[in-house]
């Protein structure tokens, strides 16, 4: 126990420091472009410049710091003695056509490590062999069930209702057919649920197939950018965004709130704001894993995060009135106000801030300091990479992609959800999509 707290202490000032040493530098690089007082657009690029660089820091800051603190809140609870409850759980698992994952992720949950749980598969109305594949699995294993149960295709909101709707158990545990949870998973997610201010447990997603530069560069992202979040949003009890890979729930709780809404594109991020606006308490479990295919082709990467982005503004319209004024409470005020920031605002400040900096450095005639000011901010991503993937013990081999994640990866994924905010606001129609499945569980 002392060794990890020494241990993240380290990082954690080394992290901080880094970060610190780096904006003060990209400011006095911003310092020495030659500002004219009448040359109003160059001192209205330079200001700009300034309000990223201060956002930049802060964010970084509050990351890395509530975290941390979320980090020891978590290893000192672990080390406390104390009889578990764990009551049966129903696994709910949503599949529509997913014949070439589904027997992976089954096969995944007969080996989770608890006393009783019951996997309950929801066929919404698969045209493939999905069906044919958890038939010949059902059955009972122990204390562990399969079942499976068939409807009409009706999304995966409503196929999650009919299990929620059939669930044998107090609680629920939602997953995506193309994820496998690890074995301890629902022991470490189970016993939040001793608080009975918590209403539901977030886990820690990490991408599985990491066999080419598109699924590296996600796998650094779910670790860096949305883990070292949701690790911070922990210490606060107020999780925005539950995973659909792996998301624990009150039953009575979900039918109270009518379960999940059929009227977005992100029906997890939707049922989240729900839980959260209702006063509930929403928790982060770093050891509640659940390794998932990501997309392997960069144009399924961009409508996966089109779908993500649309969604979660659509999730967000439907309580604009709470993104105003803290009615729920100030954390879930604050983490709803951080999903508009993420989703929108932080993708525009990163894009426009890059672009300024590139025109104003070639307007004042120093080109060198784009390389400068690229180098600067690679070595926060390098610093964040290396803090996160400490942190979670992952594989080393991923801070090197930390030098192209955020001029090509972060780019890439930012200009997808500008371009997704502009048509959602302009209303342009959409369809769900389908996501091809290489089969990697």
């Known amino acids: 126990m002392n060794s990890h707290r020494s241990r993240y202490w380290i990082a954690l000032l080394i992290g901080l420091t880094t970060v610190t040493v ?13 500002v004219i007082t009448d040359d109003w657009a160059l001192f209205i690029a330079v200001s700009l410049l300034l ?47 997913e014949g070439a994952v589904i027997e992976g992720a089954i096969r995944s949950l007969l080996e ?24 010949a699995l059902e059955g009972r294993y122990g204390d562990l069930t399969v079942r499976l149960v068939g409807k009409v295709n009706g999304g995966k909101a409503s196929a999650l209702n009919v299990g929620i709707a059939l669930a044998r158990h107090q609680f629920v545990l939602c997953m995506d057919a193309d994820s496998r949870l690890t074995k301890g998973t629902l022991r470490a997610a189970m016993r939040h649920f001793e608080d009975e201010r918590v209403g539901a447990v977030a886990g820690n997603v990490k991408v599985v197939n990491r066999n080419n530069l598109w699924t590296r560069l996600q796998a650094l992202e779910y670790i860096e950018g949305l883990n070292m979040a949701r690790r911070a949003q ?11 890979p792996i998301g624990v729930f009150r ?70 009135d709470s993104l105003m004024l803290p009615r729920h409470g100030f954390g879930p ?6 999903m508009l920031f993420e989703a929108v605002i932080w993708p525009t400040v990163n894009i426009v801030g890059n672009g300024l900096f590139a025109i104003l450095a070639l307007r004042a005639g120093s080109g060198e300091f784009i390389l400068y000011w690229w180098t600067l901010l690679t070595l926060l991503d390098v610093v964040a990479a290396v803090y996160t993937i400490a942190m979670e013990e992952e594989e ?26 502009v048509e959602e606001l302009l209303g342009v129609r959409m369809s769900w999509g389908k996501l091809e499945r290489a089969g990697r569980i």
């Open 22 to 34: 780096a904006v003060i530098s990209l400011a006095k690089l911003l310092a020495r472009v030659e």
């Open 51 to 97: 309000i990223f660089l201060i956002l930049l820091a802060i964010r970084y800051f509050v990351l890395m710091w509530l975290g941390f603190l979320h980090h020891m809140e978590e290893q000192t609870a672990a080390d406390l003695p104390h009889d578990a409850i764990l009551p049966p759980v129903t696994i709910i698992v949503p599949a529509y056509n």
């Open 112 to 135: 989770v490590d608890y006393p009783a749980a019951e996997i309950l598969v929801v066929d919404d109305g698969s045209t493939d062999n999905t069906r044919e594949v958890v038939s």
């Open 234 to 244: 922990g210490y606060m009890r107020s999780v925005n965004i539950i995973p659909g």
């Open 251 to 320: 039953r009575d709780l979900l039918h109270k709130l009518g379960g999940f809404d059929t009227d977005t594109f992100a029906e997890d991020a939707d049922l989240t704001l729900k839980v959260l606006t209702a006063g509930w308490h929403i928790v982060y479990e770093e050891a509640a894993q659940a390794w998932t295919e990501a997309p392997e082709k960069l144009l399924d990467l961009l409508k996966q995060r089109y779908r993500w982005t649309r969604g979660i503004l659509q999730a967000l319209r439907k309580r604009s």
């Open 333 to 338: 005020w604050i983490s709803l106000n951080l």
């Open 396 to 421: 080393l081999r991923l801070v090197p992609y930390a030098v192209i994640y955020r001029f090509f990866f972060i780019i890439v994924i930012d200009v997808a959800k500008m371009l997704a905010t």
